[in-house]
């Protein structure tokens, strides 16, 4: 993806999760502006850290004894409880001079469990900071250590490449020199000697899969967009193949158990469905229906949800069918769907009158 595209992720994933972005590209592409940027624009104030030059005392603090009680101090950087929202920029993760010092911020990067808050040894991140990671790729062009597969499974990795355009449009906004902007637009083979492709070594695991299903339910992306993200949490071939899954899974019907127990997820899919298909999940939600009588009130909510963005012939045809399961028709006649139901039975009463 290029620096706009990571910007719009980026955004995503800082406003709506907790979890730890990692990007990554060659010296000068923009990766560190581009982080600053989306700070200012999500009014969050910006602490950068580079690992690169820091020591063990600059994350966790320098001990001292309060009675026979070993504490830290909190480092200056530290953004405290009230503090206003911020993000930590842990910049040249894999820079770290010290062995200790990578292990020192590994459970910093880490997302927090559930009911957990993010740490760095003895200090607590309260829950409106976020953290972001940056490096250089690991392809032999930069003085670099290797992360290891644990580390790189606790972060969304966004491989960020040169791209002529978007830098052009970056030149022009911020009044480069004419001539340069020019050249570069005539010969855009010299903007950046940079690979593009990384080894970055990412496969899929219950923890990244995890981070996926985050993701999907809190996060929008474009189509290209969601292939690059999933493709940094579980690989690009696991990507591919949970994607084109997707896809194909929009076009069959929906099933009973789709619309009874997760009428939320599918209801605007339910309400874009063609009649053909339409017909298919009403014919199992009528099959599940007569074996399985016996409903929760979350359920019998989602059937009566179902019933009401039919097609009103659609909606008659299967209220009618409904009907004649008596422990369904007992729950269609109550007082609290008569909006929904009661408009179809009485046309149903008037054809048998």
Known sequence: ???????????????????TPCVVGHRGVGKTAGIIQVCREISKTYIPLRLGQMEVGDLVGIPYREGDIMRWSRPSWWPTEDAAPAIVHCDELNRAQQEDTLQAIFRFVEPPAEGQQRALHTHKLAPQHRVVVAINPPDGSYQVAPLDRALLDRMIIL???????CWGAHANRENFHPQVR??????????????????????PSERAWEMVSTLKQTCHFSAGLEMEVYSGMIGREAAVTFLRWCAEQKDRPLLAADILNRWDEVAERANHQ?????????????LYLKSNASLTHQQQDNLVAYIGILPRDMRFGLVKSLLQIPAIASILSQDQYDDAILDTINRISEEVA
Request: net charge negative; proline share 0%.
């Open 1 to 19: 993806m290029n620096i706009e595209q990571m910007k719009t992720v980026l955004r995503e994933i800082l406003l709506k999760t907790d979890l």
């Open 159 to 165: 491989q960020v490449e040169s791209d002529a355009e």
């Open 182 to 203: 020019q050249f570069i637009a005539s010969n855009q083979q010299l903007l950046s000697q940079g690979c593009n492709q990384y080894d970055m070594q990412i496969e």
């Open 274 to 286: 063609r009649d053909d298909t339409q017909a298919a999940s009403m014919s199992d939600l009528l």
